[in-house]
């Protein structure tokens, strides 16, 4: 590889990506399925279950798995879809003699009630024998019959969710596409991915296409700070995806901020509470939303600024005037409705802190940006909440209205 000299300064090429990615932070899991590989292996029947959201990696785990597994000497069975009926074993008889048989369903969210019920015949009928079911699924999604196939136990049974990755493996996928660690400020930008793998890919090639990353000898830099549009062309795709309520749920939550409550989002959104638990429930699978409580905020960062980002602007202003006018008590019979409060005298520091609280940042993040600890955020944004006379992030929010504000 060669240096080239651009007008930036010392750049360099960067190298096409990989076909296959190399697999980071995903060691425990893996060594989860190697424990059923070798139970396999000695004789026994075992059952892998892989859940998580979509982008998570769940194929390229399996990928993993199955390679691990021809070392073991297993024979590969992929069964989806599904293919004979439900008494063929797909083996040869040399190979059902001696080698254990390992049974990949892939995306098994997708498979109807009838394929369901045949995996679960075929499961039944090979107890005792030396194979291992390794399915991975979306959480929380597919057919009755694919949640009996996977809440039996079979031997030796794994259930691995496949989570966010923590921000070392994330740097490290960072490392694999650019050939390079990339820079402190490249690294945090990096981080708002919240270590969503299908994200984390996109926003590197993204920010490569666009030549907002300098690729230097030992480093990538940040040449600008942009959202990449393909990030925004993946997202709409994610988005259409969805059923229409919660693609309303996750439009309208994201420009309350990234966290918003219950609350808020009843008298926005005109549907009871039991309407609204429902479709938490639903978009919870998605992977995009946290719910504690009677709070709900986005996973990560870069997810919520996409959505926000996806609704018009005058649009995001008609909901916070939505908002703002719900969250007003209704005045008494007779009184003179009182005039709208102007926003409270802010200095430079506090104007800054409230910015920031409007991104979703959180008080190291804010800490970070302006130079001082997040104990000292944290006292300013007390002294906040009792100049404005709320108790939240949100409410405070909602009464500081500041041009420039996020929209």
């Not at 039944?124 to 699924?137: E, F, I, M, P």
């Not at 000898?217 to 700070?225: K, S, T």
């Not at 926005?268 to 978009?283: E, F, V």
Request: aromatic residues 4%.
């Amino acid at each position: 590889m060669t240096a080239t000299d651009t007008r930036e300064g010392l750049s360099m090429p960067v190298a096409p990506l990989p076909l296959r990615l190399p697999l980071r932070g995903r060691e425990n899991e893996l060594a989860r399925v190697l424990r059923a590989l070798e139970f396999g292996v000695g004789g026994g029947c075992a059952l892998v279950v892989v859940e998580g959201p979509p982008g998570s990696g769940k194929t390229r785990f399996l990928d993993e798995c199955v390679t691990a597994a021809e070392r073991l000497g297993y024979v590969i069975r992929h069964q989806f879809p599904l293919s004979g009926p439900p008494g063929e074993s797909g083996t040869t008889g040399d190979e059902a003699a001696d080698r254990p048989r390992l049974i990949v369903i892939d995306d098994a969210h997708f498979l109807g009630e009838r394929a369901s019920d045949a995996l679960l015949a075929r499961r039944d009928a090979q107890r005792g024998s030396k194979v291992v079911w390794l399915v991975a699924r979306r959480r929380g999604t597919g057919s009755r019959s694919i949640d009996a196939l996977l809440a039996g136990s079979i031997g030796h049974t794994e259930r691995i969710t496949l989570d966010a990755l923590r921000a070392p493996a994330s740097l490290q996928v960072a490392v694999d596409i650019l050939g390079v660690p990339p820079a402190p400020p490249l690294a945090r930008v990096l981080n708002r991915a919240g270590g969503h793998p299908k994200l984390l890919v996109e926003l590197v090639e993204g920010m490569r296409e666009e030549r907002t990353i300098r690729v230097g000898v030992h480093e990538a830099e940040l040449v600008e700070e942009r959202i990449p549009q393909r990030l925004r062309v993946l997202l709409q795709t994610m988005l259409q995806e969805y059923p229409d309520q919660c693609r309303q749920l996750l439009r309208v939550a994201a420009v309350l901020g990234r966290e918003s409550t219950v609350d808020a989002l009843l008298p926005i959104l005109h549907m009871s509470p039991s309407t609204l638990l429902l479709i938490l429930d639903r978009t919870f699978t998605t992977g995009v939303l946290t719910v504690d409580n009677a709070r709900v905020g986005f996973t990560n960062e870069l997810l919520w600024r996409l959505v926000v980002d996806s609704v018009p602007a005058t649009l995001r202003q008609a909901l916070r005037r939505q908002v703002a006018a719900a969250a007003r008590p209704e005045p008494l019979p007779g009184a003179r409705p009182a005039a709208p409060a102007g926003p409270p005298d802010l200095n430079g520091q506090e104007y800054e802190i409230v910015r920031l609280v409007a991104e979703g940042l959180t008080n190291q993040q804010i800490g970070r940006r302006l130079e001082i600890s997040p104990h000292t955020v944290n006292y300013h944004l007390k002294k906040l909440f009792r100049k404005v006379g709320v108790n939240s992030r949100i409410a405070l929010l909602r009464e500081i209205r500041l041009e420039g504000l996020p929209r």
